[in-house]
């Protein structure tokens, strides 16, 4: 009973690894493309993805000049393959993932290229496949990425249930409406060879209103070979396999894919352009000389048990917290099993309430607390996976705080030497408080899943992963 107990309130064993990917097009990376390589240096050395996968890259020269270069020395090179037109190359963090192989999918213009990969701590299996499809506008190109997704399609379709891979590069693709696009996303019924956008955007691409999901060009004038006219259009993508979408196991996490630098604001811009308000501008101005195309990056999980947290709420304000990170982080999300029960979440600062047209929170943050407003009692279950970790930044002042456990803690013991600046602790929802300049110590313990206002006379760290 004891065990079965514990497996309702927690159900987890291992903690999840973050891994994040990145794809790049290096344009036109040659072994005479020295000059651009402090440029590439600066990109990658703030970035550091687990996977690199580029485009237009030439020779093995190339690679081994790119990989002594423009990364550090945790990173290994894939075997690379000379095809036909530009080709495909494959970076990775050689402590982390195991290279298998690097098989070419032949098309009428240039290979995609099958990089297989196993994550060493879990042993699973992930393929990436680097695409750079026929470039241009107009019906003749259209019908050639088109070909050249089917010879894709032809692959995964055949891969067995459960297998989890990614597609990534440059797909000169305009529109939702192209055919190549549809069959990248088309779901037969009868095999899992299809792709998950995760960034859903209906009509064409290159318009204003899609500004912050832009790729090409950094630049607003011609040099060194790229292409000018500034950010407007998203030709840069990483889509994934259904099995990748589901929890557990390797797994997507929801709204982590960033095109670098891009802040929404250099519609039709050079990325540099000051101000940025998404990187500094030494990033800024290297993401501009490197190449005319952004690099992308997307963060996945691999292990880890699925968490099944249950919560239960009364009528009125509850206080709510979680120990870990949803596996998808957008509010709707975690209280549309509320469905009109639901009235409203607030942490320290934002509020969410529907019916008065407030939203000014989009993602749980688990390094915060909440209260949540319902209409009659409910439970709530959000699932998720252990965080890389368990810290809480107090603030001078009033916090809104979770407990970052799976079980109650002493308070002397989460805050240590701090303690002595914690003025007071109250329940979110509830009257207990700890109040050392009164002498009221009615509230002892931080129990998990809840929150607490904190107000603190400086700022530090609460450590809750320190605290046994």
């Not at 000169?172 to 995760?198: R, T, V």
């Not at 960034?199 to 011609?222: D, Y």
Request: charged residues 15%; hydrophobic residues 40%; negative net charge.
């Amino acid at each position: 009973m004891l065990i079965l107990a514990f497996l309702c309130f927690s159900n987890f064993v291992f903690t999840q690894q973050s891994v994040t990917l990145m794809t790049y097009n290096l344009l036109k990376f040659s072994e005479n493309s020295s000059d651009r390589l402090p440029c590439f240096k600066t990109v990658l050395d703030s970035l550091q993805p687990d996977i690199l996968i580029v485009q237009e890259i030439f020779s093995q020269g190339a690679i081994d000049l790119f990989h002594s270069n423009a990364l550090d020395t945790s990173y290994q090179k894939g075997i690379f393959i000379d095809g036909p037109d530009s080709d495909n190359g494959v970076f990775y963090k050689h402590d982390r993932f195991t290279f298998v192989s690097n098989t070419p999918i032949p098309t009428a213009l240039r290979n995609i290229s099958e990089f297989k990969l196993v994550f060493q701590p879990t042993g699973d299996t992930l393929r990436i496949y680097s695409v750079h499809l026929k470039a241009s506008s107009g019906s003749a190109s259209e019908t050639q990425r088109l070909q050249e997704v089917m010879a894709l399609r032809n692959i995964t379709n055949s891969l067995p249930a459960g297998s989890n891979f990614v597609v990534c590069g440059d797909f000169n693709m305009y529109k939702s409406s192209e055919p190549a696009y549809q069959a990248l996303i088309y779901n037969n019924q009868e095999s899992e060879g299809h792709f998950i956008d995760p960034i859903s955007l209906t009509g064409t691409w290159n318009k204003a209103e899609h500004a912050r999901f832009h790729t090409q060009s950094t630049r607003t004038r011609q040099f060194g070979g790229g292409a000018s006219g500034g950010l407007d259009d998203r030709f840069d993508m990483i889509l994934f396999s259904s099995a990748i979408e589901q929890p557990g196991g390797v797994h997507y996490m929801p709204n982590s894919t960033w095109a670098v630098g891009n802040d929404g604001f250099h519609y039709n811009d050079s990325v540099n352009k000051q101000p940025n308000s998404s990187v500094s501008q030494v990033l800024a101005d290297a993401l501009h000389c490197a190449s005319d195309h952004l690099p992308v990056i997307a963060r996945f999980f691999f292990g880890g048990t699925v968490i099944n947290l249950s919560v239960s709420l009364e009528e009125g304000w509850n206080s709510i917290s979680t120990f870990f990170e949803p596996y998808n982080t957008e509010i709707p999300f975690i209280v549309a099993p509320l469905g009109a029960n639901f009235i409203a979440l607030h942490d320290i600062e934002g509020l969410v309430y529907p019916e008065g047209g407030t939203n000014s929170i989009e993602n749980w943050n688990y390094h915060l607390g909440y209260a949540l407003k319902v209409s009659e009692s409910a439970t709530l279950i959000i699932q998720g996976y252990l965080p890389d970790n368990a810290w809480v930044q107090i603030n001078e002042g009033w916090n809104m705080i979770p407990v970052l456990s799976d079980s109650a803690k002493q308070i002397e013991d989460v805050f240590g030497q701090n303690l002595v600046h914690v003025e007071m602790i109250k329940e979110v929802a509830g009257t207990n408080v700890f109040w050392p300049a009164m002498g009221i110590f009615s509230l002892e313990y931080l129990n998990p899943k809840a929150a607490y206002y904190l107000k603190s006379s400086r700022v530090f760290t609460a450590d809750f992963q320190s605290v046994k």
